[in-house]
């Protein structure tokens, strides 16, 4: 007897489509168009667990509410409890600024069940993500041999390169070093890695410029002996004061020693777009990785990183994952993003990114980034025009960290929430040197010079 066919109507009333699904389609993409429609997008702010518990407590139920209703519980209490990163006076952290083309094709991705993590099965993809780490190879100066993938963040993305720079001195000869050279002013992220990687994070002593130069490094190195260490990190544009550290004299400490030469450009990395400030990275073309968060100030929706490699099969060496169930992805030649970086299972997160490189063209590129950068030299220069207002550091790129005379931590703080109260704007404390201090990170080309004003104003 042949066995019966199983396939249950619950299963069919999930997956499959009807006229209530279609309405759901209708319903979610009038949504989202609204939404990025949205000018300005209200700045929103934070409720607490009680808050949500009252109106979404139970909102998973073993027969659910319907596709309309768990929209609408999103649309009219959820959404409105999640800050705009994309409001043009939300300046705090890294802020997410997505072009439409963008935002709108993530949308599509979600859509068409791509499996990003191989060639075999997402061919098309990663032929576009590709072209996407070309166009910021080729801004990096970075050979054709160079490649890599899209990650989720800047975080995985050093982790994935620090991983790499040591496998690839195993490899070579055995040795087991344990030490990452790097500033104080280095994300957070790298003594992440190093925690995870069990390795030691050696601080390179910086002036008063704050930046890494190759003398201060070649110092610590033979310190310490340049042998025990697999990496330097250097950073282009460090997250809190936009410093870009001396890529080319550390590059050819690096050269000198053999050392894996690491850039970390998340945030910054997207200044290579912009002629104006296109010397300051003079000696990135060195690196031997290099990484740049798209959603940081490429335009581009969480969460991407791109990821780099001068030589991408030290990389794969280093990352591909074996098994029996994968023999048939990894004993071919096709590129595989998978093998490039920690994770397996991946998103085609590049291809939002690649949608609007295409769509907008780079130029477009080009000119916001140099836009976002007139408006952060317009902040300066107004911090500096008012009395009770002082630069403590001029960025290179478009943070801009401030103080106001007679504050302290507590008049920051009341200032910040304040402000989010009046939904004014999205600006919290930073501290430097132990010091307490306003910041500004500009990455959305809708952020204006009156925006910047009534901000500056609001602390008289
Ligand atoms: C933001 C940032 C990171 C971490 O990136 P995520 O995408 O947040 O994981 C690393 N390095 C620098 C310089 C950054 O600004």
Redesign the pocket.
Known sequence: MRAQPVTGPRLGRVHGFNDETKRLGESILRYAAERLALDPVPLDSPRTPAELDAVAGGAISAKGIGGQSALELFEDELALACLSTDHPRYLS??PCAPTREAAMFDLVVGASSIYGGSWLEGAGAVYAENQALRWIANLAGLPESAGGGFV???????LSALVTARETVRARTGARPFRVASTPG?????ASACQVMDTELVGVPVGDDLRLTGAALRQVLLDEGPESFFAVVA?????NLGVIDDLESVAAVCEEFGIWFHV?????GAGLAAPSIRANYAGVERADSF?V?P??WLFAPF?C?ALLYRDPPLARAAHTQHASYLDVLTEKPDWNPTDYSIGLTRRARGLPFWFSLVANGTDAYTEAIEGTLRVARFAEDEVSRRDYLEVVHHSDLTVVVFRRLGWGPRDYQQWSDRLLERQEGFVVPTSHAGETLARFAIVNPRTTTDDIVVILDSMA
């Open positions: 952290f890294i989720q963040g800047g975080t995985i993305g050093n280095s994300h957070s992220s790298i950073t282009a544009g460090t997250t970390d450009g998340a945030y910054g990484i968060d959603h940081k969460d990183c």
